[in-house]
């Protein structure tokens, strides 16, 4: 089966951290390059991160240098790790296997 499954969402306090999960499963995940997006209400689903099979990443600019994100091909997951979360980072957090399949979506909110 052809799927992505995300976790790792929550509640967190502006400042605090998250580590956010995705397992791949039915995809040539070594062959496919990743994502991360979200989407806040009423807004449109936008790029966070990106991870090509070789490792090179892509942030947005307003997470450049709060998250990381990286993939495991034995464990077939890729994450991302959310520092100094802000207020404005709260939305549905999409895994996204390049032209193949999407992943439900996990919350994330960050209080102030």
């Known amino acids: 089966q052809v799927q992505l499954v995300e976790s790792g969402g929550g509640l967190v306090q502006a400042g605090g951290s998250l580590r956010l999960s995705c397992a791949a499963s039915?995809?040539?995940?070594?062959?496919?390059?990743m994502g991360w997006y979200r989407q806040a209400p009423g807004t449109q689903r936008d790029l966070v991160a990106f991870i090509s099979v070789g490792g090179f990443t892509l942030f947005h600019d307003s997470v450049r240098d709060r998250f990381t994100i990286f993939r495991d091909h034995t464990q077939k997951t890729v994450s991302l790790r959310m520092n100094s979360l802000k207020p404005e980072d709260t939305a549905i957090y999409y895994c996204?296997?390049?032209?193949?399949?999407w992943g439900q979506g996990t919350q994330v909110t960050v209080s102030s």
């Open positions: 996204n296997a390049v032209y193949i399949v």
């Open positions: 039915g995809i040539p995940f070594s062959s496919t390059g």
